[in-house]
């Protein structure tokens, strides 16, 4: 991508799993900001029941987007395997969860996931500096690995002089962070929309500006009706354990 203005403000997202209020509301913000430019880094179904219709808002918006583990999950028929993080209740929940969108998600949708690259690299052109922007969903090796704040420098530095990238940009673990590296750039996590797992249940999304001299992430975090999600959960196929969840009801999901 190539823009020879003097600012470029871009936002990225990630996680919305079927959850289409949260995602409306993102949406709306990034509108209300005046920013055109939109990505999202994958995961857009499981959990919420409105996955058709958050394919089919990502699918009409022409918002270019990665494919997440789940969705290639889905996409694909791939068995769920049982993580050793997860409790006995939270292993069922996710059984049932899953099985609820391979059997909803219309063969359409699913084809569509199907087609999702893995990575996305932006190049842009801001007056005369040109910024290097990495998008995956959890790594440049794996879209199924899960990276923290706490991970080495070295770790994040790897991955941005492999993509030649000045900042890397990724979700999957619902947890939003920036890290920056003096001699080699961000890493930063966007977070989720959708399945947050931060205290607050907000919904999180990125807004980078990139001027000549500088690149700045800023992670949003904006309130949307977690309640008409919950009670949509409930009055689904999907456990009730992901309604508690979203309303922050002593739940631990890893």
């Not at 990505?39 to 958050?54: H, R, S, T």
């Not at 395997?81 to 069922?92: F, V």
């Not at 690299?121 to 199924?144: E, F, M, P, T």
């Not at 890493?187 to 607050?200: H, L, P, T």
Request: hydrophobic residues 40%; contains cysteine; proline residues 4%.
């Amino acid at each position: 991508m190539n823009n020879g203005t003097d600012m470029v403000r871009i936002a990225v997202f990630s996680d919305v799993h079927g959850n289409l209020p949260a995602l409306e509301a993102v949406l709306n913000d990034i509108e209300k900001r005046g920013i055109q430019q939109k990505f999202c880094l994958g995961d857009l179904v499981d959990f919420a029941p409105w996955g058709n219709e958050v394919i089919e808002k990502i699918r009409d918006l022409n918002i270019p987007c990665l494919m997440g583990n789940h969705d290639e999950r889905i996409a694909f028929n791939i068995p769920v395997i049982p993580l050793s993080k997860h409790s006995e209740e939270e292993t069922e929940a996710r059984f049932v969860a899953i099985d609820h969108s391979k059997k909803n998600i219309t063969e359409t949708n699913k084809k569509f996931l199907s087609e999702l690259p893995f990575h996305l690299k932006l190049n842009y052109k801001v007056g005369g500096r040109h910024w290097n922007i990495q998008l995956v969903h959890s790594s440049l090796w794996s879209n199924d690995t899960y990276l923290y704040e706490t991970e080495s420098d070295e770790l994040f530095s790897d991955m941005l002089k492999e993509s030649q990238s000045d900042i890397i940009v990724m979700g999957h673990t619902h947890l939003s962070f920036k890290k920056y590296l003096k001699t080699t750039g961000w890493a930063v996590n966007c977070g989720s929309v959708g399945r947050s797992k931060e205290d607050n249940r907000l919904a999180s999304y990125l807004i980078l500006t990139m001027n000549e001299k500088e690149i700045f992430p800023e992670i949003v975090q904006i309130a949307y009706p977690i309640e008409e999600t919950a009670l949509a959960i409930e009055e689904s196929a999907i456990p009730d354990y992901y309604a508690a969840f979203l309303r922050n009801e002593n739940i631990s999901v890893l």
